[in-house]
């Protein structure tokens, strides 16, 4: 495998599962010094455990919640004495909540936007003083098709995938000339404990979603490597030309 992250410093938020831990994995095979934090230490002791002997030393974990500031603040402080700077940040953390929007609770709601949208926003304010001192500065953030095209039963979801987009792109240019590159990343349906164990209304009409997995792969779910791929292009010297876009990764469901 390529070495593209030789010397290269990493944080992989939403490392404990899915596509945050698919990542950190092809990252850490790449030869990055990663940290890889979670809200849940199950889960990041499983990315341990995925992760091969020797490439181990490369890697710590951290608890962290992304939509606590002073969480995000001690870990992103932590990680960059471990790492000794930094020179990526992946915000793959987010949750997702479906419901009828007349339904749903405004605590759910602020939920989501908190988590997806403000968590993201806290890690790049932390990160980006450090992350201006690199070379190869990078920041991938995660979008989603639910914010380019109909997504029912996940208004806030959509919401706050649409406020990430949005976001990035406002980064991108602000801090272009700084030498920071920050790129979108949109998923479509991917093979996750989260879309697992989404709880979507029991009256839910399947025909308007019949277009969220792709149509590849006989129209099955994509999977978490599938997103690791394409972060490690974009991160690395191979993406150094993008910023300010998005790379939709969803089977061809939006087509």
Known sequence: MNRRYDG??????????????????RLLAEGAHLVAADINATGLASTVEAAPADQRERLRTMELNVADQ?????????????LGGLD????????????????M????????????LTGTFL?????????????????VNFSSTSAFGAAPYMGA?????AGVNALTHSLALEYSKKGLRAVNIVPGGISTAITAGLDVPADADW???????????????GKPEDIAGVVAMVASEDGRYMTGTELRVDGGALM
């Open 70 to 82: 002073a969480s995000t603040l001690a870990t992103v402080t932590e990680a960059i004495e471990f």
């Open 8 to 25: 290269r410093r990493v944080i992989v938020t939403g490392a404990g599962s899915g596509i945050g831990q698919g990542i950190a994995l």
């Open 207 to 221: 025909s308007l979603m019949a277009r969220l997995p792709g149509w590849l792969e006989g129209g099955a779910l």
């Open 157 to 161: 979801y959509a919401a706050s995938k």
């Open 105 to 116: 609770p405004l605590e759910t709601w602020n939920q989501v936007i908190t988590v997806n």
């Open 123 to 139: 890690m790049i304010q932390a990160a980006l003083p450090q992350l201006l001192e690199s070379q190869h500065s990078v920041i």
């Open 88 to 103: 990526v940040l992946v915000n793959a953390a987010g949750i997702m909540r479906a419901g009828h929007l007349h339904e």
